[in-house]
C-alpha cells in the first residue's frame, strides 16, 4: 500500500487558483527540481510501473484530496435510469438503419444481442468492483489497484478523451436533430466559416449552449441531475414502447426473409458499430461514491438497467424490420420514414424529440460521470490535484466538471460530427477488456500470498485465452474459410480458462460477487477482443496515436507527480538536500 500525505484542509475557501494547488509535489518546486526529478525519469517510470495502489488507499486516502465529501444520496432506482439515460441516446436511431441496410438485414437483432450480451459481461465486471470499492474512479480506480499505475493512466487518458469527444458528438448531434426538426437540414443552424479547414468551418453554437447548460445542471446537485434524469427517462420509455407496439401492429413477419442476408459475418460487423449504443454504463459505476447502499444499489442500478437495454434495443430492431423490408429502410432517420411509409407523418417529430431527450440525459449523466472519473485520476496527482476538490455545499467535483465542459464546448463549437466520430475509437472495449483482466487478477493473485507456481501457471492461462481469442478473431477478419482454425482455437480457449478454474483463488468477494469466475471474464476478454478486431485498421492507429501523446504527457509530468505522493519521505531529504547546498552558494 502507498502512504499519501493527509492534505485535508477543510478551512481552505474553495475558490482558489495557486501554484501550489494545481503543482504541490516537489519535482515542481522549481526549475532546479523539475530538472533533477526529470534525470531520475527510468527509475521513477519503472517504479510506477509495476506500483499497485490498495482498496483502502482508493477509498480513504485519495479521497481526502478533495476536501470535502461528495454527498449520498443516489438509490437502486437512481442508478437504473442514470443507467437508461446514458445508454439510450441517438445511437438506436441513428446506428440502426445503416446496419440494417448495409451490414445484417433483420439479424440486425441478433447483432443487438451479441452486442448487449458483450456489454452485459462488463457490467458483471464493474458491478463487483463497484461494491468492493466505491469510489468515483470507476475504471481507472480498479485497474489502478490490480494492474498497477501505468496501465490505469492509459486506460484513464483515452477514456477522458473519449468522453470528451463522445460529449462534443452529442453535443453536434443534438444540434443536428434540432435542426432537422425545424427544417429539413441539419446545418441549418450553423455558421459557415469559408476561411477554415474543411471539416472545422462549421460553427455550431447550439452545440455548445446545449452541453454548458447540461453540464451546468450537473454542477447544482447530484441528487437533482438524477431526478431530471428519471422523469425525463420514463417518458422517453414511454415514447420507445410506443413505438415497438407500432412497429409490431403494422409489422409484416414476410419483410423477415431472407433473415441472413449477408451472412453471420454481417450480424458480427454490425454487432461491432452497434455496440456504441450500449456505451454509457461505465459513466453509472462513477457514481458509486455517491450511492447510499452500494452492496445493494449497484448490481441492481446497473445490471437492471442493462438488461432493460438490451430488451428494449431487441424489439425496438425487430419493430423496425418487420415495419420495413431491410432493403428500404433509410440509413440516415430509419424510424422516422418508416412511420411515414404507413401514413404516421406526425411521428417523425416524436421519433425526433425522443432522440433528442436521450442525447440530452446521455449528456447529463455523461457529464456527472466524466468529472467524477476526472476527480480520482487528480486526486492520484495524475493530474493536477486543484481538479480533486470538491464543492462544500453542492457536494460535486466543479473544478472537474469545468474541465470536461470546456473542453468539450471547443471540440464541439470547431469540429464536425464526422472528424469527432473518426477518432472516437476503440478504447472502451479495450477498457472494458482490461476491466475483465483486472478481475481475474483480484481472484487468482495478492501480492505476498499467491505462491509463485500458482502465478506462473495464472499468467500462463490468461496468455492461453488471449492468444486464442486473438487467433480467432484474425481468422474471422482475414475471412478464413472452414472450421479447423476455429476449432484449435475454441479448444485452447476452454482449457485455458478451465486451467484457470482449476487454481486456488486468493480473493472471495466480500458482498456481491461476478457468478462463474473464471468463465465470465474469460468469455468477456474474447468478445471484447473479437469485438476491436471488426473495427478495422483506422481504429487502431487512432489508440495508438492518441496514446503516444498521452505517454509523452505522463513521463514529462505524471510519473514524477505520482512518485512524489508515493515516496514522500524522500522527496522531503532530498528537498532538504537542495537547500542546504543553496544555502551554501549563498
Not at 481507472?140 to 492509459?154: C, K, N, P, Y
Request: some cysteine.
Amino acid at each position: 500500500m502507498e502512504s499519501l500525505p493527509k492534505t485535508q484542509q477543510p478551512h481552505k475557501r474553495y475558490w482558489r487558483f495557486s501554484k501550489q494547488d494545481f503543482f504541490p509535489e516537489p519535482s515542481f518546486h522549481n526549475l532546479g527540481s523539475y530538472k533533477n526529478a526529470l534525470s531520475q525519469t527510468p527509475n521513477r517510470l519503472k517504479n510506477r510501473l509495476f506500483a499497485r495502489s490498495s482498496d483502502s488507499s482508493e477509498l480513504v486516502e485519495l479521497k481526502k484530496e478533495s476536501e470535502n465529501e461528495m454527498k449520498l444520496c443516489l438509490t437502486w432506482w437512481d442508478l437504473i435510469w442514470l443507467g437508461f439515460g446514458s445508454v439510450v441516446g441517438s445511437g438506436i436511431f441513428s446506428i440502426t438503419g445503416q446496419e440494417t441496410r448495409n451490414d445484417a438485414g433483420p439479424a440486425i437483432v441478433l447483432s443487438y444481442a451479441i452486442s448487449g450480451l458483450s456489454a452485459l459481461l462488463s457490467v458483471f465486471c464493474y458491478t463487483e468492483f463497484s461494491v468492493d470499492i466505491p469510489v468515483a474512479g470507476g475504471s481507472f480506480s480498479f485497474l489502478r489497484i490490480e494492474l498497477g499505475d501505468f496501465v490505469a493512466f492509459i486506460a484513464a487518458a483515452n477514456i477522458l478523451l473519449e468522453a470528451m469527444v463522445g460529449a462534443a458528438g452529442l453535443g453536434r448531434s443534438w444540434s443536428s436533430y434540432f435542426a432537422s426538426i425545424i427544417k429539413n437540414n441539419p446545418d441549418f443552424l450553423r455558421i459557415k466559416i469559408d476561411s477554415f479547414v474543411e471539416g472545422f468551418n462549421l460553427l455550431d453554437p447550439i452545440a455548445v449552449v446545449v452541453l454548458a447548460l447540461a453540464n451546468g445542471v450537473a454542477m447544482t446537485g447530484t441528487k437533482m441531475t438524477s431526478t431530471l434524469n428519471w422523469v425525463s427517462s420514463i417518458i422517453s420509455a414511454g415514447v420507445i414502447v410506443f413505438i415497438i407496439i407500432v412497429g409490431f401492429v403494422n409489422g409484416k413477419t414476410s419483410n423477415l426473409v431472407p433473415f441472413f442476408p449477408f451472412g453471420a459475418g454481417g450480424v458480427f460487423r454490425a454487432a461491432a458499430v452497434v455496440y456504441w449504443s450500449y456505451t454509457g454504463f461505465d459513466m453509472v459505476a462513477n457514481m458509486a461514491e455517491e450511492t447510499k447502499r452500494p452492496s445493494r444499489d449497484i448490481p441492481l442500478g446497473l445490471l437492471g438497467s442493462m438488461s432493460m437495454i438490451t430488451v428494449v434495443y431487441c424489439l425496438m430492431a425487430l419493430a423496425l424490420t418487420m415495419m420495413v423490408k431491410y432493403t428500404q429502410v433509410d440509413v440516415n432517420a430509419a424510424y422516422s420514414v418508416a412511420f411515414e411509409g404507413i401514413g404516421m407523418y406526425w411521428a417523425k417529430y416524436l421519433v425526433g424529440i425522443c432522440a433528442l431527450k436521450g442525447m440530452t440525459t446521455s449528456m447529463l449523466v455523461g457529464s456527472l460521470g466524466q468529472s467524477r472519473y476526472t476527480t480520482q485520476i487528480a486526486r492520484a496527482h495524475m493530474i493536477p490535484p486543484w481538479f480533486a476538490l470538491v464543492h462544500p455545499k453542492t457536494g460535486t467535483p466543479i473544478y472537474a466538471t469545468l474541465l470536461t465542459t470546456i473542453t468539450s464546448c471547443i471540440l464541439a463549437l470547431f469540429t464536425s460530427l464526422d472528424v469527432l466520430s473518426s477518432v472516437f475509437s476503440f478504447s472502451t472495449l479495450s477498457i472494458f477488456m482490461l476491466m475483465a483482466v483486472a478481475l481475474l487478477v483480484r481472484r487468482y493473485y495478492v501480492t505476498d500470498v499467491t505462491l509463485k507456481h500458482d502465478l506462473g501457471k495464472f499468467l500462463l492461462c490468461l496468455f492461453i485465452v488471449f492468444g486464442s481469442s486473438i487467433g480467432a478473431t484474425v481468422l474471422w477478419s482475414t475471412d478464413v474459410k472452414g472450421w479447423v482454425g476455429y476449432a484449435v482455437t475454441g479448444v485452447l480457449w476452454l482449457l485455458g480458462t478451465s486451467g484457470m478454474a482449476l487454481l486456488p483463488k486468493q480473493r472471495i468477494p466480500k458482498v456481491w460477487g461476478v457468478p462463474l469466475v473464471p468463465w465470465v471474464p474469460s468469455l468477456s476478454i474474447g468478445m471484447n477482443i473479437f469485438l476491436i478486431g471488426s473495427l478495422g485498421k483506422a481504429a487502431f492507429y487512432r489508440f495508438f496515436i492518441c496514446s503516444a501523446v498521452m505517454l509523452i504527457y505522463y513521463v514529462l509530468v505524471g510519473v514524477h507527480a505520482t512518485y512524489d505522493i508515493a515516496h514522500p519521505d524522500k522527496q522531503k531529504s532530498v528537498n532538504e538536500e537542495e537547500k542546504e547546498s543553496s544555502d551554501q552558494v549563498l
